[in-house]
């Protein structure tokens, strides 16, 4: 060990951990790379070329997210490859619900200790959700803080930024009475609601590789099935057609997520059981003893993305999506609010 890194070595920081996680994840990075990276990762930031020359007025679309509690998950099943997934997700499916392609993705992953192993294996996540996204992986942070995680664990955020022509964004104002809600199966839970899901799990007493209910795969695998990434089926589909509205189905599922994308004057009805539910869904609501109404309020519950379209263009729009081999139904429509303060998401023939 070289003597100008030992004084922090003993402060429990490896430099050499470090240099060896950048060493073994530069592959991974570079095949996520797209014609507009100009920089290889291990500078102080990374840079990228947009080419505009498809847009007459560009804009950029940005966020950033984590994977939260679903971690926890992770940790006790000592499972890691996956949830590098659910945080390029969770943040290239935000920025594509405004039409934006994602162009770049950016990780900050934190740990007390470093393991190299678990941190290439969740990079690897990393990279591989930046590949089905489109996107690059364009560089990142890892950070070794003694004293601030337990031993084991570690925490993820990431951020990506894409780009639309201001004459594309989609926002939802287009919205009319009539329109047909196409709704895009999710994976499974995604990365929401897993304080609840943790505590259904113990509640459960099952353990990690007993086989699921209805499922040919085990707790530990259903449990963190990574979140769909949804952006070339999209990408496709506004090609081609007028979306006029979209929206993630994250935290707070249908109640507070849609209601995000519509005008004022609208409201959403939407008929339970014109989709499949996941077993997984039926688990959490029977074993959690979760009203539906709750479980519809905390989770995706089998729709994961949402489209809204001209009633007239929805057969053709299922179709786009179901050759592209995404699973979707028609699972409502946009009728007229009722009062100003009235509910904009309606789900009807709920279970009792």
């Known amino acids: 060990m070289p003597e100008r890194a030992k004084s922090y070595a003993e402060a429990g920081v490896s430099l050499e951990r470090a240099e060896s996680l950048v060493s073994r994840i530069k592959s991974l990075v570079a095949d996520t790379h797209t014609k507009g990276v100009v920089s290889d990762i291990g500078g102080f930031g990374g ?39 659910d945080l390029v997700a969770m943040s290239v499916n935000d920025v594509l619900v405004h039409g934006a392609n994602p162009l770049f993705f950016l990780d900050y992953f934190a740990t007390g200790r470093l393991d190299v192993q678990v941190a290439e294996s969740v990079i690897a996540g990393v ?12 560089g990142g942070e890892s950070a ?7 031993d084991g664990e570690y925490d993820l955020a990431g951020f990506c930024v894409g780009m639309t022509d201001d004459s594309n964004i989609v926002d939802g104002s287009s919205i009319r009475v009539g ?26 007493g099952a353990k990690p590789h007993d086989t699921f209910p209805g499922e040919d795969a085990s707790f530990d695998e259903v449990l963190l099935r990574p979140t769909a990434i949804y952006v070339r089926p999209i990408l496709n589909l506004l090609r081609d057609f007028e979306v006029r509205g979209m929206a993630h189905i994250t935290g707070g599922g249908f109640y507070e997520n849609i209601p995000r994308v519509l005008p004022r004057g609208v409201q959403v009805n939407i008929q339970y059981g014109s989709w ?31 489209c809204i379209v001209d009633k007239d263009a929805q057969e053709d729009v299922l179709s786009r999506l179901s050759a592209l081999g995404q699973k979707a139904y028609s699972i409502g429509t946009v009728e007229k609010r009722a009062e100003d303060d009235s509910p904009q998401v309606v789900v009807q023939n709920l279970p009792s």
């Open 179 to 204: 329109d047909a809600v196409i709704g895009l199966a999710s994976s499974g839970i995604h990365s929401n609601g897993y304080s609840l899901v943790r505590k259904v799990f113990e509640k459960s």
């Open 47 to 85: 840079l990228f070329r947009p080419d505009f020359g498809e847009f007459k007025n560009p804009l950029l679309v940005a966020s950033t997210d984590g994977v939260g509690t679903k971690l926890r998950l992770a940790f006790a099943f000592n499972r890691h490859a996956t949830v590098g997934v």
């Open 127 to 138: 990279a591989a959700g930046c590949k089905e996204a489109g996107c690059a992986l364009l």
């Open 144 to 150: 070794e803080m003694p004293d601030m995680y337990p």
């Open 276 to 306: 499949d539910i996941a077993p997984v869904f039926t688990w959490l609501q029977e074993v959690g003893e979760i009203p539906w109404h709750e479980m519809l309020n905390i989770f995706n519950c089998g729709i994961g993305y949402i």
